[in-house]
């Protein structure tokens, strides 16, 4: 093997993908600016996101990392989560960034 990474991740089915653990994420990306998504898997979607296979917005803000994290007890929590957490200004994200430590 010549040391390139693989992923495969499948979808599931809806009550696989409800019944997993939900986390809602913040990366900084290079430019400085956060995106906030929702995963099962943080460490492969951060690596989709460096991949640039990730959310368009990270495409062109390459390499991201990860910031933040949170574990949610579903899809429908982690959703919510993720559109409260985009509505802050950016200052109150850095505290909660900060605060998380």
Same mark, same amino acid.
């Given at each position: 093997?010549?040391?390139?990474?693989?992923?495969?991740? #499948?979808? /599931?089915?809806?009550?696989? %993908?409800?019944?997993?653990?939900?986390?809602?994420?913040?990366? +900084?990306?290079? $430019? !400085?600016?956060?995106?906030?998504?929702?995963?099962?898997?943080?460490?492969?979607?951060?690596?989709?996101?460096?991949? #640039?296979? /990730?959310?368009?917005?990270? %495409?062109?803000?390459?390499?991201?990392?990860?910031?933040?994290? +949170?574990?949610? $007890? !579903?899809?429908?929590?982690?959703?919510?989560?993720?559109?409260?957490?985009?509505?802050?200004?950016?200052?109150?994200?850095?505290?909660?960034?900060?605060?998380?430590?």
């Amino acid at each position: 093997m010549d040391g390139t990474l693989i992923l495969e991740m #499948g979808n /599931g089915t809806a009550s696989e %993908r409800s019944a997993a653990v939900w986390h809602v994420y913040m990366v +900084e990306c290079a $430019d !400085g600016t956060f995106y906030t998504g929702v995963a099962t898997d943080i460490e492969a979607r951060v690596v989709r996101h460096n991949l #640039g296979k /990730g959310a368009k917005y990270t %495409r062109g803000r390459r390499p991201v990392r990860l910031v933040y994290r +949170e574990r949610l $007890d !579903g899809r429908g929590d982690a959703l919510r989560r993720e559109h409260e957490i985009k509505q802050l200004p950016r200052q109150r994200k850095r505290a909660l960034i900060k605060a998380a430590g």
